[in-house]
């Protein structure tokens, strides 16, 4: 970390071989084109680079969290950016669905339903289970009422449902 906040070239290259493919995995949530996350992450980086020396290193979890932070808001930079965020109103409703079960689905094809979801459901869906995100904070980051980002929470929860279930009953 010394070497990343010194910004020598060496702790910033060791820095960037250690946490790019985490860090794309961690774009690809929320930006599911690989052109767009490479544009995503370069500009992470750069303000990651650019803020070392004014992160108070607490351990390698505290690095990562940080890292992970500052892709996330690049992240949703970007979708604002492009028009990506809709309001929970524009989007239709979904009715509630019971999941199955979920070890009959494979990761990646789990990983693909979630980046099938429309913007606003991605991003809340994975601000919420992958980042722990409370919904008041959701809708402070995002811009949205409390209650818009619960509904999307919800709704994308009933989409994933119903398109796990539909894969379950193919795949017996």
Same mark, same amino acid.
């Given at each position: 970390?010394?070497?990343?906040? !010194?910004?020598?070239?060496?702790?910033?290259?060791?820095f960037y071989e250690r946490y790019s493919g985490f860090l794309t995995? /961690?774009?690809?949530?929320?930006?599911?084109?690989?052109?767009?996350?490479?544009?995503?992450?370069?500009?992470?980086?750069?303000?990651?680079?650019?803020?070392? !020396?004014?992160? +108070?290193?607490?351990?390698?979890?505290?690095?990562?969290? #940080?890292?992970?932070?500052?892709? /996330?808001?690049?992240? *949703?930079? #970007? *979708?604002?950016?492009?028009?990506?965020? !809709? &309001? =929970?109103?524009?989007?239709?409703?979904?009715?509630?669905? +019971?999941?199955?079960? *979920?070890?009959?689905?494979p990761p990646a094809v789990l990983q693909g339903f979630?980046?099938?979801?429309?913007?606003?459901? !991605?991003? /809340?869906?994975?601000?919420?289970?992958?980042?722990?995100?409370? @919904?008041? +904070?959701?809708?402070?980051? *995002?811009?949205?009422?409390?209650?818009?980002?619960?509904?999307?929470?919800?709704?994308? &929860?009933? =989409?994933?449902?119903?398109?796990?279930?539909?894969?379950?009953? +193919? @795949?017996?």
């Open positions: 970390m010394e070497q990343l906040r !010194r910004q020598s070239p060496e702790g910033m290259r060791l995995a /961690v774009c690809s949530r929320y930006v599911p084109d690989r052109a767009d996350v490479k544009d995503i992450l370069q500009d992470a980086f750069l303000q990651m680079f650019d803020a070392a !020396r004014r992160f +108070e290193y607490r351990g390698e979890g505290s690095l990562k969290a #940080w890292a992970s932070r500052i892709a /996330v808001n690049r992240a *949703l930079k #970007w *979708l604002r950016a492009q028009g990506r965020l !809709r &309001r =929970v109103e524009d989007l239709p409703d979904v009715p509630e669905e +019971e999941v199955g079960t *979920l070890e009959k689905v979630i980046r099938e979801l429309p913007d606003g459901y !991605r991003t /809340v869906f994975n601000l919420f289970v992958f980042e722990g995100m409370p @919904h008041r +904070e959701i809708a402070r980051l *995002l811009g949205i009422k409390e209650d818009s980002s619960a509904s999307q929470f919800f709704r994308a &929860r009933a =989409v994933l449902a119903k398109k796990i279930n539909l894969y379950i009953k +193919e @795949h017996e």
